[in-house]
């Protein structure tokens, strides 16, 4: 929309300057990554990263930057295929599912499907030979 002329209607009208556009979170503080008490004393990141404050920083925040026993190893890459189930399967599967849930378990159909080929599988490989 265009701005109109105040002047071409009245003649007595003085222009003033435009206001400026603001907002409530003008006067806040930016949000940034918190400094640890270390680097607000002056150490260095470096000395963090190499380990040598473990429990410096253990302390700081109750956990440690160095995992103990590395990364945990996942057997197998999963890949997600669709299969045919029939609808009684499927319902059972489904309340089963939402039973652990409900205990608190993973209750995951997933899970149970894999675990139900490796046994599968195995037995196959039993009559096979193999």
């Not at 435009?18 to 940034?32: C, Q, T, V, W």
């Amino acid at each position: 929309m265009k701005k109109p002329r105040v002047k071409d209607f009245d003649p007595n009208a003085q222009e003033s300057e435009p206001r400026k556009l603001g907002s409530p979170m003008d006067n806040m503080p930016a949000i940034g990554r918190q400094h640890s008490p270390q680097e607000q004393a002056g150490e260095s990141s470096s000395s963090r990263d190499s380990g040598t404050s473990t429990t410096a920083n253990t302390e700081a925040y109750g956990r440690t930057t160095v995992r103990e026993y590395g990364r945990t190893v996942q057997l197998r890459e999963l890949k997600r295929h669709p299969f045919e189930l029939g609808r009684d399967q499927l319902a059972i599967l489904k309340r089963w599912s939402l039973e652990d849930q409900q205990q608190g378990l993973p209750g995951s159909m997933s899970a149970w499907a894999r675990e139900a080929l490796d046994e599968w599988i195995a037995k196959k490989r039993i009559e096979r030979g193999e």
